[in-house]
């Protein structure tokens, strides 16, 4: 199987040669795979010189399909060998043939343009108004435990939180199991601290509302008044987190934000609670010390959950908020504070353009895909660091903060 490739605008054109069967579709497959990686959406196999085609071939046409139909992007076989349309028409996939290239679309709902050292913006204005953020526990909780009981919580659609916190209405059976959380558009999720492997998750559903507490943290409500697209230039590949964050603030106009993003991820760097923080125990006051840490903190020594989909929540700010105690620095020398947590998806596209929070959050938690919820850190020991998580292109959703 030979495999080149075209461009026509925006329109990307690969020309197949030869057999579509078993032995090629893992190659086809992931040709398909970077393009729609690198952004590409608008995709067209020219399948003029293949010979034959097995199931297992179908199978890779319709998936990329379906993929790029779902975020209203463009999928299409042009110029069918006669073998490649008897078996489409014969299998009632005629709707993947189509008769001419497609020309190149022009988005008329366009954003106001930025650019970074690293990154192209689009910057979209959704209305005014802002959040309010109410910090929530005290920071001596991690090191020192608590006996305190939180008051439940609904995490409905109205609010954004984030912090340590366990699911579930009744606190003595979610107290063991309190770690990192995130609640945005009445779906939450978190990462028990208890052992288990699996993040949870709830979703809401008719009069169903997620429920739980949160020890510690920041909570919000209000509106969202921008939305800001990004994706990294060609030269670079990626952009850093804070590098996105300080964009993301600047565009608010504010000294302190909430943002909620939803981002293709080159790589996380962060870490999770090994124990509930409200276990007592004999080295309560040394916790994070050497070596102690080991038993309560699990960190990535690397950028970790690679070429994934990442749901990001979490408050920016400069220094002088009421809520300092709760942000840490997220990288040196850049002056700006952050409380980030991430929720980790297998990898999928997102669709370009303006686009709806809801549904954007929502559709990520379809089936249990759910891989982790880490607490996003930055590593500043330069080589031998595993540095800051970087990203592909997304959508940041951002809130000045108003209190």
Not at 32 to 39: I, T, W
Not at 115 to 122: H, L, M, N, R
Not at 258 to 273: D, F, K, R, Y
Not at 303 to 328: E, M, N, Q, Y
């Amino acid at each position: 199987m030979e495999i080149s490739r075209q461009t026509s605008g925006d329109l990307i054109i690969l020309q197949l040669a030869g057999r579509l069967d078993a032995n090629w579709c893992n190659h086809v497959e992931s040709a398909l795979s970077a393009a729609v990686r690198n952004g590409e959406h608008r995709l067209h196999l020219d399948m003029n010189a293949v010979s034959y085609i097995s199931s297992a071939g179908i199978r890779v046409l319709l998936a990329c399909y379906k993929q790029l139909r779902a975020i209203n992007g463009l999928f299409g076989v042009i110029r069918p060998s006669e073998a490649v349309r008897s078996v489409l028409e014969l299998s009632g996939l005629q709707m993947l043939i189509t008769s001419e290239i497609a020309a190149s679309t022009i988005n008329d709902d366009t954003g106001k343009k930025l650019t970074s050292p690293s990154a192209a913006y689009e910057l979209f204005t959704l209305g005014t108004g802002g959040m309010k953020v109410e910090a929530v526990g005290d920071p001596a909780l991690l090191a020192q435990g608590s006996s305190a009981q939180p008051a439940a919580r609904r995490f409905d659609s109205t609010t954004v939180s984030l912090g340590i916190g366990a699911l579930g209405g009744n606190f003595a059976e979610s107290a063991s199991r309190c770690g990192e959380l995130l609640a945005v558009e009445g779906v939450a999720a978190f990462q028990p601290a208890d052992g288990s492997s699996r993040p949870d998750f709830m979703l809401s559903e008719g009069a169903l509302v997620p429920e739980g507490h949160l020890m510690l943290g920041l909570s919000a409500q209000g509106s969202f008044t921008s939305l800001l697209r990004f994706e990294a230039n060609d030269e670079d590949r990626r952009i850093g987190i804070t590098e996105l964050m300080q964009t993301a603030l600047e565009s608010s106009g504010a000294n302190a934000a909430v943002i909620v993003a939803v981002t293709e991820t080159a790589g996380l760097v962060g870490a999770t609670l090994r124990q509930s923080p409200t276990t007592n125990a004999a080295t309560q006051d040394e916790r994070f010390r050497f070596p102690q840490i080991r038993e309560w903190l699990s960190f990535t020594s690397e950028r970790s959950f690679r070429d994934t989909t990442s749901l990001i929540v979490g408050v920016i700010a400069k220094p002088g908020t009421a809520f300092d105690a709760l942000l840490r620095p997220l990288a040196s020398g850049t002056g700006l504070l952050g409380h980030l947590h991430a929720a980790v998806f297998p990898y999928r596209p997102l669709r370009k353009g303006r686009i709806d929070l809801q549904p954007a959050v929502t559709s990520l938690f379809d089936g249990q895909s759910l891989q982790s919820v880490l607490h996003l850190i930055s590593d500043p020991r330069g080589f031998n660091g595993a540095g800051e998580s970087e990203l592909y292109r997304g959508a940041v959703w951002i809130a000045p903060i108003t209190n």
